[in-house]
């Protein structure tokens, strides 16, 4: 394992644990927005570590581009001044009781990841499949597009109807007013 | 860095979606902490591709990314229209289905 590796994993691992705390910390949710942003580029950069060049385009392009940038209107326009009810929080025992439940799941996952977790060497794909070899052969946006064009072509299609479905929903909830 | 540390910074970034959508009553930030739990996934997911050195994880993340671009339009157009309705956008109001 080299040691750039490494070091990049963990500044990645601390900077993008640290914004994803400022989203769900920031009084104000433009603040939280724009760190929610600032995690999914750092994700993305986790992604190029792992050899994923088309994820990471598309998750910038997709998620830090077109839906933050939709996050982004609607909370200027619900009026974001009068931000959370953190002040007049009727129940702030929760933060203590969802913050002790959530160090737990995450003790646990981390115990149960380390302690079960190995890949031998008989599950990688090999041949044709192996992802690798094709991509160093044809290049990785090519190796992907050929996995989703021969064994995902289905769920593919389906997605589009799904968007179809979505568009039409949101439709109906703007035209009521 | 071996699978476990990925599946770890994964598991992180999960359960501070989940704390998000426990503590917080703005439904905006509830909606970017479930954005947060769907990311994290996403890294579980590409981490596995990587090490498994097969596609099918990057598909999944693709099929992902689509359904939660969906999730938002939807969901965005919801808290619109309550607050077109109402007013106020704490989801300790929001207790009641009628309009």
């Known amino acids: ?177 | 860095m071996p699978l476990s540390a990925y599946l770890i910074m994964s598991a992180i970034l999960f359960t501070i979606g989940t704390i998000g959508v426990l503590v917080r009553r703005n439904p905006l930030i509830i909606f970017m902490s479930i954005e947060l739990m769907l990311n994290a996934v996403n890294l579980s997911f590409v981490a596995f591709s990587h090490f498994l050195d097969s596609a099918d994880g990057q598909m999944f993340v693709f099929i992902v990314l689509t359904v939660a671009a969906a999730e938002v339009v939807v969901g965005l157009a919801i808290i619109v229209s309550i607050f077109r309705t109402r007013r106020n956008i704490d989801v300790d109001e929001m207790n009641v289905l009628r309009g």
Not at chain 1, 93 to 111: E, H, K
């Open chain 1, 1 to 177: 394992m080299d040691i750039g590796t490494t070091i990049t994993f963990f500044v990645l691992a601390i900077a993008s644990t640290a914004s994803a705390i400022g989203v769900i910390a920031f009084k104000n949710a433009v603040n939280s927005a724009l760190s929610m942003i600032l995690t999914l580029v750092f994700l993305a950069m986790f992604y190029l570590q792992l050899n994923a060049m088309f994820i990471a385009i598309v998750q910038i392009l997709i998620y830090a581009g077109a839906i933050m940038v939709l996050f982004l209107f609607v909370v200027t326009m619900l009026a974001p001044d009068q931000g959370d009810v953190g002040n007049r929080d009727p129940m702030v025992w929760q933060r203590g009781v969802a913050t002790t439940l959530g160090i737990i799941l995450v003790g646990a996952l981390s115990y149960l990841i380390y302690t079960t977790f190995t890949i031998s060497q008989q599950t990688k794909a090999t041949g044709a499949n192996s992802l690798s070899q094709v991509a160093t052969k044809q290049g990785d946006i090519q190796a992907f597009g050929q996995a989703l064009f021969h064994g995902f072509v289905f769920p593919f299609e389906v997605t589009s109807l799904l968007i179809v479905i979505a568009i039409l929903g949101a439709l109906i909830f703007g035209r009521r007013a």
